[in-house]
C-alpha cells in the first residue's frame, strides 16, 4: 500500500511538473529576417535609427520579381540631430546654463531586400518617404507581370505621396509618383 502511494505520488509530482514546465512555453516566432541599420547615409548626412517609430514600422515578405525566393520589404525612420551653436561667451558668475534644445529631423525610408545566390538578403532599392511612415501595399496590376510595390507617405494633414514601382527588366522601375492635396 505504502509502495502505491508512493507511486501515485510520484506521478502527479512528475505530471504537474510536466503541465508547469509546458505552460512555461512561449510560441515559437521567428524573428524578422532584416532589420533597419543602424546608420543610413542620406544627402550628405550621417543619419542613426529612431527607435521611437518602431511601432508605425513595416516589415513585409512578398514574391516581387517572379523568383521562388520572397523579397523583404521594410520601413523606418531615421533621424538626423543638429549640431549644436559653438558660440563663445564669458561665463557669468551665479548664473545656471542654460541646455540648448536641438532640432531631430526625421527622414522615412523604405528599403527592397533580395536573397542572393549565397541564401543572404541583400539591400535591392532604397525610398525615402515624406516626414512619417506611411502604409506598403502589393498589388497586381498586370495579369502575368509581377506585382507592383505602393508606399503611401502621409506628408502632412490631408497630402499624401503615393509612389508606386515594379519590378521591370532587373531592376525595380518607378511607375508612379503623386501627391494627394
Known amino acids: 500500500m505504502i509502495r502505491m502511494r508512493q507511486k501515485t505520488v510520484l506521478f502527479l509530482l512528475g505530471t504537474a511538473s510536466l503541465a508547469l514546465f509546458l505552460m512555461q512555453a512561449g510560441p515559437c516566432l521567428a524573428g524578422p529576417k532584416i532589420e533597419p541599420p543602424k546608420k543610413i547615409d542620406y544627402d ?84 525615402t518617404g515624406m516626414d512619417r511612415p506611411g502604409q506598403v501595399y502589393v498589388a497586381p496590376l498586370e495579369e502575368g507581370e509581377p506585382p507592383a510595390v505602393i508606399f503611401v507617405s502621409p506628408g502632412g494633414t490631408h497630402y499624401k505621396d503615393i509612389i508606386v514601382y515594379r519590378w521591370q527588366e532587373g531592376c525595380y522601375r518607378q511607375l508612379f509618383d503623386h501627391g494627394t492635396g
Not at 548626412?45 to 518602431?54: A, E, I, M, R, T
Open 44 to 127: 550628405g548626412l550621417l543619419l542613426s535609427y529612431n527607435p521611437s517609430w518602431k511601432n508605425e514600422e513595416t516589415y513585409l515578405e512578398t514574391n516581387l520579381d517572379g523568383d521562388p525566393e520572397p523579397e523583404v520589404i521594410i520601413s523606418f525612420v531615421a533621424m538626423y540631430v543638429t549640431e549644436p551653436k559653438k558660440e563663445k561667451e564669458d561665463p557669468k558668475p551665479f548664473t545656471v546654463a542654460e541646455k540648448e534644445l536641438l532640432p531631430v529631423y526625421n527622414y522615412v525610408f523604405y528599403q527592397i531586400y533580395d536573397m542572393g545566390p549565397d541564401k543572404n538578403y541583400r539591400l535591392a532599392r532604397t525610398f
